[in-house]
């Protein structure tokens, strides 16, 4: 298999992202942020899925990739508010009119889903642990954690020592919290399937979307001038 062509190109970061009015300000500020939520994108993904980071997995290795997923949650959330904000800028709207039909067609699709179905998945996920763990969520797994669940705690001999607590226990307390809007009707494992399936789904419109973002309104900056 060949290897993909990379193309390279550099220009003063102030000149790419520059305007020439305040709506034209507001577009640029929500292009950069996109940029910058498409790098944290990539590195959760990649905390989420490699089988081992030692110096990360001191209370095990599911712990570890699941707090790379709640990680993005939260960034999934910001991409989805930085898209409304662009749906709202009347320039972006113009330009958008431009854009060819098959990326514009991909950000309408990613538009849609986070207003729409992923909207309600992404705001309960996100409010209970996506990026911090609630209250809520709290309360809820330790009522309703299984009353055989066995879990560990380490203390280290050198307890003036940064992280000298390891707490593999903590991934069982999550494990438990994610089943916090779980309907009635539904078994754990379908719940499961659906809401991951879900968050696969917001990780492609997610990552689609900003890659139109990139083709339309960043790459063409960074040549000439």
Same mark, same amino acid.
């Given at each position: ?6 193309l390279i190109r ?16 507001? +577009?640029?500020? /929500? ?5 910058? +939520? ?12 490699? /089988?081992?980071?030692?110096? +990360? ?28 904000? +662009?749906? &709202? ?6 330009e958008k009119a431009?854009?060819? *039909? *098959? %990326? ?11 207003? $729409? ?12 642990? $996506? ?6 969520a709290a309360a ?6 299984? /009353? ?14 940064? $992280? ?7 991934? *069982? ?12 009707? %539904?078994?754990?494992? &379908? ?19 900003? &890659? ?14």
């Amino acid at each position: 298999m060949s290897r993909p062509t990379i193309l390279i190109r550099a220009k003063e970061i102030k000149w790419a992202f520059r305007w020439t009015s305040d709506v034209e300000r507001k +577009l640029r500020s /929500e292009v950069a942020r996109l940029c910058v +939520l498409y790098e944290d994108l990539r590195i959760e993904d990649i905390g989420a899925v490699l /089988e081992e980071l030692p110096a +990360l997995d001191a209370a095990g290795r599911d712990w570890r990739r699941f707090y790379f997923v709640r990680r993005t949650l939260a960034t999934l959330s910001e991409i989805r508010g930085a898209m409304n904000v +662009l749906e &709202q800028n009347s320039l972006f709207r113009k330009e958008k009119a431009r854009f060819p *039909d *098959d %990326q514009r067609a991909l950000w309408d699709e990613a538009y849609a889903f986070f207003e $729409g179905p992923g909207r309600d998945f992404l705001k309960a996920w996100r409010n209970d642990f $996506g990026g911090h763990f609630k209250s809520a969520a709290a309360a809820f797994a330790i009522a309703d954690i299984h /009353e055989t669940d066995v879990g560990a705690c380490e203390i280290s001999s050198q307890p003036k020592s940064a $992280g000298n607590a390891r707490l593999p226990f903590v991934w *069982d307390l999550v494990a438990v919290a994610l089943m916090k809007d779980k309907p009635a009707d %539904q078994s754990d494992l &379908q719940f499961f399937d659906e809401s991951f399936t879900r968050l696969r789904e917001a990780h492609r419109h997610g990552y689609l979307a900003i &890659q139109v973002v990139i083709a339309q309104f960043v790459w063409p900056r960074f040549s000439g001038r």
